[in-house]
């Protein structure tokens, strides 16, 4: 009997919040280095579907453009950034946005980022609903 509520409620739970099938936690930015236009962001994205999604773009008003990037190590050595036109978050699974990997490029930031402000930005999935993220700006330690 138990089993089956618990069954009743996921079944509900599932139906409820397809919309928030794909999740954003602790989202932040850096701050604007002054003198330079370009911004980074960083987050963890949770899937909690039960299919892939897959990431392909971002939007802000915050600057000109912003986009998926991560760091790759080339053939030289030498670690570079590389644009992710794609970004497949599986079933389940939750994709971290960090220092040194994956991020978001933000180029041509139209008012400094400053620390304490916020910075919104929306993901767009070629299959979920798109999501507004609200970044902190935060320091850099
Ligand atoms: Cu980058």
Request: charged share 20%; net charge negative; aromatic share 6%.
């Amino acid at each position: 009997m138990k089993q089956l509520v618990v069954g009743l409620v996921c079944l509900l739970l599932s139906v409820s919040v397809q919309a928030a099938q794909v999740e954003v936690t602790e989202a932040w930015v850096k701050p604007t280095i002054p003198g330079t236009v370009n911004g980074a962001g960083y987050m963890v994205v949770r899937n909690h579907g039960d299919k892939a999604v897959t990431l392909r773009g971002i939007e802000t008003a915050a600057a000109r453009a912003a986009e998926v990037h991560q760091h790759v190590t080339g053939e030289d050595g030498m670690m570079r950034m590389r644009r992710v036109p794609e970004l497949v978050i599986g079933p389940n699974e939750s994709v971290t946005f960090e220092p040194g990997g994956y991020h978001v490029m933000f180029f041509g930031v139209k008012i400094p980022f400053k620390v304490g402000e916020e910075v919104a930005f929306q993901l767009q999935f070629a299959d979920a609903e798109a999501l507004t993220v609200n970044a902190e700006v935060r320091p850099l330690h």
